[in-house]
């Protein structure tokens, strides 16, 4: 097991490299810094001064990859791929264009995303699921029908209509919460009540009719006609068979969002004004901040493979039969 | 003079794949089959229909052309800046009647109080009348009786087409009634209309039963036919003097902008797919049927692209093409060129972080497919690994691409709402249903709400990704090998 945790690690390693060289690409070499430069102080009356200030303040004015007047270790490290990209594999993210430290905001900021992304997504599980039993017990009756049609029109709703529907009828309408701000300790209650109850209503329709169609592949087998012909009732035969026994497909969608919930969501953060790094990001694209965006990028991947770890470890939780080698 | 923007030449090219593909199944019984299957489920043709009006509209507004300037006599014409569509021309009316700001919908006078001086030279503070909407009512109140007048004759007119049109589309079947072609989704609205057309009955029952053995929803597509039919002639009549769904901020009116917004929604959904599709075909079948190191490297890159947050991935390379676009403004000659590259740039970057789950399916279905007895007597045969690929691998992929076509789609069309919100979507002054939300959503804290922009779009964008939603639906379980086991026959 920890052999093989020790390898997964290890594989995770040429990838964060691809992710990294990709976004170096994309930042850099798609565009140069003189690009980013004129477009940040407007396109037109630039002089080539203002350009190699605005580079110099954010370390931008040195080569790409080889700095062949910098003498000895300088030739590689003097560069814009070593201190820009190549820092961030020991989280060194650097300094947002207003100055601040990156990695010292992402510390501030993983709470408040916390405080609503983590009872959104468990309160979301328990939901989503219990609303898929709810349709697999009923089953081809009118009311497991109704249950699907009510998924497909629910999932075909946009997501912004949930907030801003939302916002409008709970806040402006019935005033029972905030339309937005936020507040640490227990005054955050009510200031996360009401984008948790959205963030669980939007993934309704598509959630539950995901754990449908799991559950239904589960309940033709065979173990599901001994549990019956054993005489269990129905509501045992879903909960204490047929829900174990979906956990594998359900674990494969479910654990690998965990570790990027620290990333909160982009849309209700900053509707709700979470000051998350959801908000963070979405405040660096308006403000076109492209270190910000380029260290959101790493890390979001970084938790994404932690995640398809965290999947593999959870296998062996579940099911006995699977064994990590 | 006609424009053919990127975008278009890309619709254009999708439609002629369309085209051929549907030919091509069309002479192929086997492939056929599924297709029958989709067509006996009613929601499915009922949803294919709504697809199909939307589809009209984007595709009337893909005609791109810039009109030429009058008043030149010199032989050199000169052509107006501005890019109109096809679509733009018919329903030129909506566009040009533009109000001064906020109206309700079928209002007759501005959502603001405003001063008005009054003939007397006394300064009041009242609703003013509105430019268009309703100018030709002497009194205001008279606004309500002409509303249900216009709207009931509006949709007895609808009725009566969509009438015409079910009948039209039964007397098209009757020439060849043996044959059984020709009798496709809008073909088939007509087993009901036997007392209409009584005259030629006796001939008619026969095709109706046969049409009615082979399962097809006939009385579902007929009153699908006759609501859609009534509401768009109400609509219709509706809107040539009034703003059915009001103007917007600069008023503009919003069942025009709702009308347009359905192009930018349709070319995501489809063009999206369509330029990355050859990528991941190519890959995912090459890396399931070569294996070694052209495997790892294709699933080294996909799956380093699909570790990055698929929405980040894409704010960065938008970021990244706004960079370009601002810093090269050389490029474009028209504002809508430049709008519209971006969209099809957005289309290139939604596309690249969406191929690799397509990719890692078609991979997992060639790793099956190339044990299989078939490929191995091919390839003892010495058939050349290109043929085997051509002939063997990619016809039997074929349904996994189409699920994922029609699956895709309306995730895409409500992405595209959200993209736009964030700030990464399409160009600011391109119509789309993100624009048209992003708009709106200020007017939230206004009181009295404007709630109508909001609503149109929302609406628009429910019935477009529902319909496609209830068709990827029925054509997912027409394709699904794992759930065909009535028809295993043929």
Redesign the interface.
């Known amino acids: 097991m920890l052999a093989y945790l020790i390898r997964r690690i290890f594989y995770a390693v040429?990838?964060l490299i691809?992710?990294n060289l990709?976004?170096f690409a994309?930042?850099f070499v798609?565009?140069t810094p003189d690009?980013?430069a004129?477009?940040q102080l407007g396109?037109k009356r630039v002089t080539p001064e203002a350009i190699e200030k605005w580079k110099q303040q954010r370390g931008y004015d040195k080569p790409l990859l080889l700095n062949s007047t910098a003498g000895g270790a300088g030739k590689i490290t003097d560069t814009i791929f070593w201190q820009k990209s190549a820092s961030m594999f020991v989280l060194d993210f650097g300094y947002s264009d207003d100055g601040r430290s990156i990695s010292r905001e992402i510390q501030t900021r993983m709470m408040p995303s916390l405080a609503i992304a983590l009872p959104t997504f468990m309160i979301g599980l328990v939901v989503y699921v219990s609303f898929a039993l709810l349709m697999t017990l009923f089953r081809t009756t009118a009311l497991d029908m109704a249950g699907v049609a009510l998924c497909?029109?629910l999932?075909?709703?946009?997501?912004?209509?949930y907030i801003?529907g939302g916002?409008?009828v709970v806040s402006?309408l019935w005033h029972l919460a905030p339309i937005s701000g936020y507040a640490g300790g227990a005054d955050s209650f009510k200031f996360v009540a009401l984008p948790i109850v959205i963030g669980v209503a939007g993934g309704i329709g598509s959630s539950s009719r995901w754990y449908r169609t799991i559950f239904l592949e589960e309940i033709g087998k065979d173990y599901v006609r001994t549990a019956r012909a054993k005489g269990l009732s129905e509501l045992a035969v879903l909960f204490r068979h047929v829900l174990k026994n979906a956990m594998i497909p359900i674990l494969t969608g479910v654990v690998v969002v965990i570790p990027?919930l620290f990333?909160g969501s982009?849309?209700t953060e900053?509707f709700f004004g979470i000051p998350g790094l959801g908000s963070y990001?979405?405040d660096a694209?308006?403000a076109?901040d492209?270190s910000v965006?380029?260290a959101?990028?790493f890390l979001?991947?970084l938790l994404?493979?932690a995640g398809l770890i965290l999947t593999d470890i959870s296998y062996t939780v579940v099911d006995p039969r699977v064994r990590l080698s | 003079m006609p424009v053919i923007l990127w975008s278009d030449a890309l619709v254009f090219l999708l439609l002629a794949a369309g085209g051929i593909g549907a030919w091509y199944v069309r002479r192929h019984e086997h492939l056929l089959l599924p297709w029958r299957r989709v067509a006996r489920s009613a929601t499915a043709l009922v949803s294919l229909l709504v697809l199909s009006l939307f589809l009209a509209v984007g595709l009337l507004d893909t005609l791109h052309y810039r009109a030429a300037l009058p008043g030149q006599q010199s032989g050199e014409a000169v052509y107006s800046p501005e890019v109109l569509s096809v679509f733009d021309k018919l329903i030129e009316p909506l566009r040009t009647h533009t109000e001064k700001t906020y109206s309700a919908p079928l209002a007759v006078a501005l959502y603001a109080k405003e001063s008005v001086a009054d003939t007397r030279g006394n300064v009041l503070r009242e609703y003013p009348r509105l430019r268009y909407g309703g100018a030709h009512l002497a009194d205001v109140s008279q606004r309500d009786g002409d509303v249900a007048k216009r709207a009931l004759f509006g949709a007895l007119a609808g009725l009566m087409a969509g009438l015409l049109i079910a009948l039209a589309s039964v007397w098209r079947l009757l020439p060849s009634p043996a044959s059984g072609r020709g009798a496709g989704g809008e073909g088939s609205q007509s087993k009901y209309l036997s007392p209409e057309s009584s005259l030629r009955s006796t001939s008619l029952s026969p095709t109706l039963s046969r049409l009615r053995e082979r399962g097809l929803p006939l009385f579902s597509m007929l009153v699908a036919t006759l609501v859609i039919a009534a509401l768009i002639g109400a609509v219709a009549n509706l809107a040539t003097v009034y703003h059915v769904l009001g103007t917007d901020k600069v008023g503009q009116d919003v069942l025009y902008l709702s009308l347009k917004s359905i192009r930018t929604g349709l070319i995501i959904g489809t063009v999206t797919t369509l330029v990355t599709l050859p990528l991941a075909l190519l890959l995912g079948i090459a890396a399931g049927y070569f294996r070694g190191w052209i495997d790892d490297v294709i699933q080294?890159?996909y799956?380093?692209?699909s570790?990055?947050?698929s929405?980040?991935?894409i704010?960065?390379?938008v970021?990244?093409m706004?960079?370009?676009i601002?810093?090269h403004?050389h490029w474009f000659d028209t504002a809508a060129s430049r709008a519209d590259l971006r969209l099809v740039f957005l289309c290139l970057v939604l596309g690249m972080t969406s191929w690799t789950g397509l990719c890692r399916l078609l991979r997992g279905e060639t790793l099956k497919l190339r044990e299989m007895e078939y490929i191995q007597a091919a390839q003892s045969f010495g058939v050349s690994s290109l043929r085997i690929l051509v002939r063997h691998i990619v016809p039997n992929v074929m349904h996994i691409i189409l699920i994922a076509l029609v699956m895709d789609f309306?995730a895409l069309v409500?992405a595209e709402?959200?993209l736009s919100?964030?700030?990464?979507g399409v160009d600011p002054s391109m119509i789309s249903?993100g624009t048209m939300?992003n708009a709106a959503?200020l007017e939230?804290g206004r009181e009295p709400?404007v709630w109508w922009a909001?609503a149109a779009a929302?609406g628009f964008?429910?019935v477009l990704?529902?319909a496609a939603?209830?068709f990827a639906?029925a054509v997912r379980d027409a394709f699904d090998p794992r759930l065909n086991r009535t028809e295993g026959a043929a």
Do not use: H, W
């Open positions: 040429p990838i691809g992710v990709l976004t994309l930042f798609v565009n690009d980013m004129r477009m396109i497909v029109l999932m075909s709703v946009s997501g912004l209509f801003i916002q409008f402006k990027l990333m982009l849309l900053s990001t979405i694209i308006n076109q492209f965006v380029r959101m990028v979001g991947s994404y493979i | 080294y890159i799956t380093v692209l570790s990055i947050p929405v980040l991935l704010a960065a390379a970021l990244m706004q960079v370009a601002e810093t403004p309306s409500l709402a959200v919100y964030v700030g990464v249903f939300i959503r939230m709400m909001l929302f964008m429910l990704v529902l939603n209830l639906d």
